[in-house]
Structure formats: C-alpha cells, structure tokens
C-alpha cells in the first residue's frame, strides 16, 4: 500500500504552490483594506472637524472658548441646553480620536502599520469598510510584502501541518502494515 504516499507527492507540488497564490492573494488585500479605511477614516474625521467648528463658532459668537462654553451649558437649567454640552464634549474627544488614529496610520512605517491599524481600529468604520470593500491588486511595496508574507504562512501552515500530522498518520499505517510480516 505505497500508493497513498506516492499520491501525496504527485500534488504535493501542486498544493504547494496553490497555496503560495492563495496566501499571496488574501495577504496583499490588507494594504487594500487599511488603504480603504483610512479614507473612510479620513471622512469621518473630516465631519467631525466640520461639526467641532460649527460649536466653536457658536462659542465665539458668544465670546467665549469652546471649553468654557461647554461648561456654562453644563450647567443651565433647561434640560436640553444642559444635554448639549454633553454633545460638544463627545465632539470634542471624537474629533481627536478619528484624528490620533489618522495621523498614527498616515505616519507608520510598513512594519508598523498592521500593529498601528489594530491599535487605533474603530469597530464602526471597520465593519462600514468591510460593507463597502472591493478587492484590488495593490502594485506598492507594501502590498508586494504582504503578499510574500502571506505566500509564507500558507507554506509554514502547509509543511508544518498538514504535512507533519499527514507524515505521522502514514509512518504509522506503514509500521502498523510492515509489523505483521
């Protein structure tokens, strides 16, 4: 019964080789895929800064910082005023997160950009990025980096798993078949 290792050597290559597209392919999406967020980033962030200005204008108008503004509605009587500084605030810390997160991405080097992306992911745009993704063949060095590091894990998965666990299984089967004789 030789026949079954002499099968998986016939397509060892060809699986071999498969799987150096397949991981080159899924891996050369993330460039694609941060490159994609960050513009989406880029629009919210952008909103964000249009809104802030709109309260810091409206603070100005009554001669007044946009922090001393928040904190005189803070404190009036009337409920909904009062709701307001509340708004203002969340503008204010949104508009320096969306802008911590952009300038942290558009600042990071190759190496450090998947670390960075994760350290700064906001759920929201991800899953609005993921809705509206298109796949695409990034032509930069960095989608060539990780297409070859996508070529590699698919292999080291390939040897080290499917290979090492399918070895086992037929060293045994063999020693199991040559011990009778």
């Known amino acids: 019964m030789r ?46 800064q249009r809104q802030l200005g709109l309260f810091r204008q409206a603070a100005t108008q009554s001669g007044q910082t946009l922090e001393a503004f928040i904190t005189e509605t803070r404190t009036n009587s009337n409920a909904g005023v009062a709701h307001l500084s509340s708004v203002m605030s969340d503008a204010l810390d949104r508009t320096a997160s969306l802008q911590a997160a952009h300038d942290a991405l558009t600042h990071s080097s190759l190496w450090a950009r998947p670390f960075v992306f994760a350290q700064h992911l906001d759920p929201d745009i991800a899953r609005a990025t993921w809705a509206a993704y298109l796949p695409a063949v990034p032509t930069t060095l960095e989608g060539l980096v990780y297409a070859l590091a996508g070529m590699l894990v698919c292999l080291l998965l390939y040897h080290v798993a499917m290979k090492g666990l399918l070895g086992l299984f037929f060293r045994k089967r063999v020693t199991a078949q040559a011990a009778p004789a």
């Open 3 to 48: 026949s079954s290792p002499r099968i998986f050597r016939i397509f060892d290559g060809f699986i071999d080789r498969l799987l150096c597209v397949l991981g080159a392919v899924l891996f050369s999406q993330g460039p694609e895929f941060m490159q994609q967020y960050l513009q989406r980033l880029g629009g919210h962030l952008q909103e964000a």
